[in-house]
Nanobody, 125 residues
Framework: QAQLVESGGGLVQAGGSLRLSCVASGRTFSTYRMGWFRQAPGKERWFVAAITSRGGNTYYADSVKGRFTISRDNANNTVYLQMNSLKAEDTAIYYC??????????????????WGQGTQVTVSS
């Protein structure tokens, strides 16, 4: 079972940038599809971005395309989310997720197996 720990959240002004990191335990990280989700107060958890096990393919929610970039470093069991041109509506708790069935392509929370505890991102307008 993988354990995921996010970091890098914080308070930033609109238009600014943040980079989130997620470190995974275990030796099977390179076989997992990895993703980022976010959840605003009173709302459901929504897909943000995902990356395939070897990093060959990435995909994004329409709301973050062109602003956010997901990447991974399999040698260090880490996945990143670079967030640029942040907007107030990006404010949420951001969760890292791992799909142990790395061949899947679903973007619902149920399509991912393991979850981190989340990191708060607040964008002031």
């Amino acid at each position: 079972q993988a354990q995921l720990v996010e970091s890098g959240g914080g308070l930033v002004q609109a238009g600014g940038s943040l980079r989130l990191s997620c470190v995974a335990s275990g030796r099977t990280f390179s076989t997992y599809r990895m993703g980022w989700f976010r959840q605003a107060p009173g709302k459901e958890r929504w897909f943000v971005a995902a990356i395939t096990s070897r990093g060959g393919n990435t995909y994004y929610a329409d709301s973050v395309k062109g602003r956010f970039t997901i990447s991974r470093d399999n040698a260090n069991n880490t996945v990143y989310l670079q967030m640029n041109s942040l907007k107030a509506e990006d404010t949420a708790i951001y969760y890292c997720a791992a799909d142990r069935l790395g061949w899947r392509t679903g973007t619902l929370p149920r399509d991912f197996t393991y979850w981190g505890q989340g990191t708060q991102v607040t964008v002031s307008s």
